[in-house]
């Protein structure tokens, strides 16, 4: 995918702000929703947006005058269909580790949170559902990550979107308030050859929101159901400001 061009975007972004669309956000409070939310606020892409997640984020002053937030229990989400209510555009940037849900609780979150919000999502009228998931992400992989990733996407597919945007990005580069240990001694060594090679190792947390809050006023390529973004397009994607 190559990049935009920045004034071709900028009327993609006017033309997309008239339509007055809506938004929810899942997993707001992870490295890569936060700079979601912050991407598409600064860009003032949509009237109003909702975060749907276990607890109330402090939020504070007039930049987040137009976010609402919905606490469900992902446990029992069919009794919060009413958070996922008339929405045109979903991000879900579900998901935690087997270090801290265990084997069990990486599969409820990575697959069937994500599953299950989706088909509520589309429930309710979202037409358009941006999935962040993982490079070499494959319901076949021996590695249980990148299967259970690899589920979600499968999953997610079959929920029939208008259109679905899925994102693999690789390493992801950030500051992360939470201690992941072999996630930090990798971040250490890859953020070296990043200079290098910069579409393969890695990618920030901000260049895959940029890429994301972009691909939203883009219109679908070839009119796609379902496209993927590999690591280098997302790159690409969001290297445009």
Known sequence: MAALN???LKKLRETFRAKKQTCFILG???ETGK??????LRQQLFSKVTLIGRRKLDLEGSFYSNVKQEVVDFEKLDEFAAAFQGHDVGFCCLGTTIRKAGVAGLVRVDRDYVHHSAELAKAGGCRH???ESALCADPNS???HLRVKGEAESRVKAVGFDR????RPALLLCDRQESRPAEWMARQVLGAVAYIFPTFYSISTVTVARAMANIVV?????NQKVEVLENADIHALGNTK
Do not use: N, Q, R
């Open 218 to 222: 883009m219109p679908a390529k070839d």
């Open 142 to 144: 021996s590695l249980l």
């Open 35 to 40: 700079e979601v939310l912050t991407k598409i």
């Open 164 to 167: 679905l945007s899925i994102f």
């Open 28 to 30: 707001a409070s992870g």
């Open 129 to 131: 559902f941006v999935l």
């Open 6 to 8: 920045p004034e071709e």
